[in-house]
């Protein structure tokens, strides 16, 4: 079902680390991008560096095009992590956070609607449409997401891949006021781990914030 983010999920991005101002949040995210976010202290980081070689290796002329509009990305997790596991959509040991931000072409902005959001990384409205051939998916939640920089869709949803593994993903995927720029957070976790740790996660995502290209 799943195959790597590096083939399907091509958006790009950049990475500043911020300093954390208090001892229980790690503050990231890209002022020249106009994206924010928080994670638990003590959580591990992946570079834009190391994201941006793994993805560099593919032959794809769309992967290297896309990587080139990467404004901002970078990749959070409790657990020790690489590129690989972040690029890779097998379940992770427990919750992998990835937030990217990359310009769109002319083509891409044309394109841009809800179920386009939807689908950036999963084929979410397909599974949504094609419940007998998708009995490995159930849609959890859809909202609307609007802020001032930009407005899109969260969805969250559980889904088991090749692996045989449940996870229950968490992604919101933001189109800039203007059109130029998509903005996503994708929090993935194996469904035990997110059970347990639902509220964490949704405080995750939800300081998810887009305040716009500066």
């Given at each position: 079902?799943?195959?790597?983010?590096?083939?399907?999920?091509?958006?790009?991005?950049?990475?500043?680390?911020?300093?954390?101002?208090?001892?229980?949040?790690?503050?990231?995210?890209?002022?020249?991008?106009?994206?924010?976010?928080?994670?638990?202290?003590?959580?591990?980081?992946?570079?834009?560096?190391?994201?941006?070689?793994l993805q560099a290796t593919s032959k794809s002329a769309t992967?290297?095009?896309?990587?080139?509009?990467?404004?901002?990305?970078?990749?959070?997790?409790?657990?020790?992590?690489?590129?690989?596991?972040?690029?890779?959509?097998?379940?992770?040991?427990?919750?992998i956070a990835y937030a990217r931000v990359r310009g769109l072409?002319?083509?891409?902005?044309?394109?841009?609607?809800?179920?386009?959001?939807?689908?950036?990384?999963?084929?979410?409205?397909?599974?949504?449409?094609?419940?007998?051939?998708?009995?490995?998916?159930?849609?959890?939640?859809?909202?609307?997401?609007?802020?001032?920089?930009?407005?899109?869709?969260?969805?969250?949803?559980?889904?088991?891949?090749?692996?045989?593994?449940?996870?229950?993903?968490?992604?919101?995927?933001?189109?800039?006021?203007?059109?130029?720029?998509?903005?996503?957070?994708?929090?993935?976790?194996?469904?035990?781990?997110?059970?347990?740790?639902?509220?964490?996660?949704?405080?995750?995502?939800?300081?998810?914030?887009?305040?716009?290209?500066?």
């Amino acid at each position: 079902m799943f195959r790597k983010l590096v083939a399907i999920f091509l958006l790009g991005t950049s990475i500043l680390g911020l300093t954390a101002c208090s001892q229980s949040k790690i503050y990231a995210g890209d002022k020249k991008a106009g994206v924010y976010f928080t994670v638990p202290n003590g959580w591990q980081n992946v570079s834009q560096k190391q994201l941006h070689d793994l993805q560099a290796t593919s032959k794809s002329a769309t992967t290297q095009t896309r990587l080139q509009a990467v404004m901002y990305e970078s990749a959070y997790s409790p657990n020790h992590i690489t590129a690989n596991d972040v690029l890779s959509l097998n379940a992770p040991s427990s919750v992998i956070a990835y937030a990217r931000v990359r310009g769109l072409t002319g083509d891409e902005m044309n394109a841009v609607s809800y179920n386009w959001l939807r689908d950036l990384v999963f084929p979410v409205t397909t599974w949504i449409n094609a419940p007998v051939t998708s009995s490995a998916f159930e849609l959890l939640d859809d909202l609307e997401v609007v802020q001032s920089g930009g407005r899109g869709v969260e969805t969250i949803f559980k889904a088991t891949g090749s692996d045989g593994i449940s996870q229950t993903i968490d992604q919101t995927a933001i189109v800039s006021t203007d059109r130029s720029a998509i903005y996503v957070l994708l929090i993935r976790a194996r469904t035990d781990y997110y059970e347990k740790n639902s509220a964490l996660i949704s405080k995750l995502a939800h300081s998810f914030t887009v305040k716009g290209i500066q």
